[in-house]
């Protein structure tokens, strides 16, 4: 079966979400981790607040941290759907002041951070957990590399063109 991904984006900020870049940074992650079936992820762009308030109810950590993510179910997906079926593989959050805030420390268009923060999330939603092993750290790495490399040579560089 083909992949089908469908991403919904939704900013509860005043940032910049990069949503396009977002949504194909998914895509494309997805796709590398394996995912061969119609699936759906919703992401979510929220501030320090919400992302402290999600990191203390879920992890037990009264922090703001850049990106989390929630799988539906164990393992990544649902079973025994019918074929064709669309399964709601999860969610991502991503805390845009905090991941502008990394990016500026980092030396790195926030766009880039930002894709990158999508691709980490999105390979947690496919079951790969860096902190579960040395292979799966690995793995993450090349995959978020992957999808920098070539979302960062395509992505518009949101300079503003001088006039003559």
Same mark, same amino acid.
Request: proline share 2%.
């Given at each position: 079966?083909?992949?089908?991904?469908?991403?919904?984006?939704?900013?509860?900020?005043?940032?910049?979400?990069?949503?396009?870049?977002?949504?194909?940074?998914?895509?494309?992650?997805?796709?590398?981790?394996?995912?061969?079936?119609?699936?759906?992820?919703?992401?979510?762009?929220? $501030? =320090?607040?919400? /992302?402290?308030? +999600?990191?203390?109810?879920?992890?037990?950590?009264?922090?703001?941290? %850049?990106?989390?993510?929630?799988?539906?179910?164990?393992?990544?997906?649902?079973?025994?759907?019918?074929?064709?079926?669309?399964?709601?593989?999860?969610?991502?959050?991503?805390?845009?002041?905090?991941?502008?805030?990394?990016?500026?420390?980092?030396?790195?268009? $926030? =766009?880039?951070? /930002?894709?990158? +923060?999508?691709?980490?999330?999105?390979?947690?939603?496919?079951?790969? %957990?860096?902190?579960?092993?040395?292979?799966?750290?690995?793995?993450?790495?090349?995959?978020?590399?992957?999808?920098?490399?070539?979302?960062?040579?395509?992505?518009?560089?949101?300079?503003?063109?001088?006039?003559?």
């Amino acid at each position: 079966m083909k992949a089908y991904i469908d991403v919904a984006v939704r900013n509860m900020t005043t940032r910049d979400p990069h949503e396009r870049a977002v949504k194909e940074a998914i895509i494309r992650t997805l796709t590398l981790t394996g995912i061969r079936r119609k699936v759906e992820v919703s992401v979510v762009m929220v $501030g =320090e607040r919400a /992302i402290r308030s +999600l990191e203390r109810e879920w992890k037990g950590e009264d922090k703001v941290t %850049d990106v989390l993510s929630f799988r539906f179910a164990e393992g990544g997906h649902v079973p025994a759907l019918d074929a064709g079926t669309t399964e709601y593989l999860g969610e991502i959050v991503i805390c845009l002041p905090y991941a502008y805030a990394q990016a500026k420390e980092l030396g790195v268009r $926030g =766009e880039e951070h /930002i894709i990158t +923060l999508a691709a980490h999330g999105a390979i947690h939603l496919s079951d790969i %957990d860096h902190e579960r092993s040395a292979s799966e750290a690995r793995r993450t790495e090349e995959i978020q590399k992957k999808i920098k490399t070539f979302l960062c040579q395509v992505a518009p560089k949101h300079k503003k063109q001088k006039k003559k």
